[in-house]
């Protein structure tokens, strides 16, 4: 009798629709990631990802070579590739290191750091100051929308060789097929700076302000330029585009990229910040790796591997 009763009262529950299955969302939240470098405020702003056929791009390696260093990782060779740039507030200054690709590739690829700088509770506005790495694309092409400054008060800082390379319309002719796009992507992303009188070259190793001075690294483009972050006795050094693919370069440094303007030499840089990172210890930013692509470089073996910052929930430890 209690069986049967009890039978008849489970028969009677119903799942609530609150426990239905839910749509899936599919979508990141803007992405920022902060910690301290000293007594400067370090942000890694996210412009989204954008996905690339490492074996169509990278040189100086062969199939087997490529698939094998890929396979350690778990990755084929269209590899998901982190767009980042760097907010470092030095308490008088608010710099961007590198703008993201804008709009440049297109729907979900990229275009993602207004929303993460945001996000991360700041105001295109307020950035006084944007150091570009170098004039590619995916790092100087969110600096202008529709012909206007994403950023009307900031001083945009390049090195000259670059500037001198992808500003004179002269040498787009002479350049690699692959590389002419930048040099009509350059004239309209600096237009309204350089109207503005707002943009400022260097040369060689200079200090463009407190604590941030700059380092040459050419090779990946003429003017190509590592920044360096010196704060409260920390260091940190945002490279740019010394690396493209970690899980293939820090194994294999000498692998090079088709975006490379002159590969031998880029090789070389990164041979170079490779073993100075490992030696000397201090943080490194790298804006295709993982986000927040931030970490330090140690060595294996004969190669190199890297390690990501461990996550912190406070802005100051």
Same mark, same amino acid.
Request: hydrophobic share 45%; proline share 7%.
């Given at each position: ?12 529950? !119903? =799942? ?22 000293? !007594? ?23 199939? +087997? ?8 990782? %778990?990755? *084929? ?6 767009? /980042? #740039?760097?907010?470092? /507030?030095?308490?008088? %200054? ?24 945001? +996000? ?13 790495? %170098? ?17 009307? /008060? +900031?001083? =945009? ?13 002269? /040498? ?23 109207? *503005? ?22 090779? %990946? ?23 493209? #693919? ?5 194994? *294999? ?13 880029? *090789? ?15 943080? =490194? #930013?790298? #804006? ?24 912190? +929930?406070?802005?100051?430890?």
């Amino acid at each position: 009798m209690t069986l049967v009763a009890g039978a008849a009262f489970a028969s009677t529950l !119903t =799942v609530p629709a609150a426990q239905a299955a839910a749509p899936m969302v599919l979508a990141q939240a803007p992405g920022y990631y902060r910690m301290m470098v000293g !007594t400067a405020e370090v942000t890694a702003i996210s412009d989204g990802t954008v996905t690339i056929p490492l074996d169509q791009l990278l040189t100086n390696t062969t199939p +087997a070579r490529l698939n094998a260093l890929l396979a350690r990782s %778990h990755l *084929a060779p269209q590899v998901e590739t982190s767009i /980042n #740039a760097y907010l470092v /507030n030095t308490g008088t %200054h608010l710099v961007l290191v590198d703008t993201g690709a804008g709009k440049l590739f297109g729907p979900g690829a990229g275009g993602r750091l207004q929303d993460s700088l945001r +996000a991360a509770g700041y105001a295109p506005e307020q950035v006084d100051a944007v150091l570009i790495t %170098h004039v590619h694309g995916d790092h100087s092409g969110g600096l202008t929308a529709d012909g206007a400054a994403l950023f009307p /008060n +900031a001083t =945009v800082f390049v090195n000259r060789h670059d500037a001198d390379f992808w500003f004179d319309p002269a /040498n787009k002719p002479r350049a690699a097929e692959n590389q002419r796009a930048g040099f009509d992507q350059a004239a309209e992303q600096f237009a309204p700076y350089r109207a *503005a009188g707002r943009v400022k070259t260097f040369d060689g190793a200079a200090e463009l302000l407190p604590g941030l001075s700059t380092r040459p690294a050419m090779g %990946h483009t003429p003017g190509h330029t590592v920044y360096v972050l010196k704060s409260g006795g920390k260091e940190l050094q945002f490279w740019g585009d010394l690396l493209h #693919a970690k899980d293939v370069q820090f194994a *294999a440094p000498d692998i090079t990229i088709r975006f490379d303007v002159d590969s031998p030499a880029a *090789a070389r840089q990164r041979k170079a910040a490779f073993a100075d990172a490992a030696r000397r210890g201090y943080l =490194v #930013a790298a #804006a295709h790796t993982p986000f927040p692509g931030i970490g330090y470089v140690r060595t294996a073996g004969t190669a190199f591997d890297w390690l990501p910052v461990p996550y912190t +929930a406070l802005a100051a430890r």
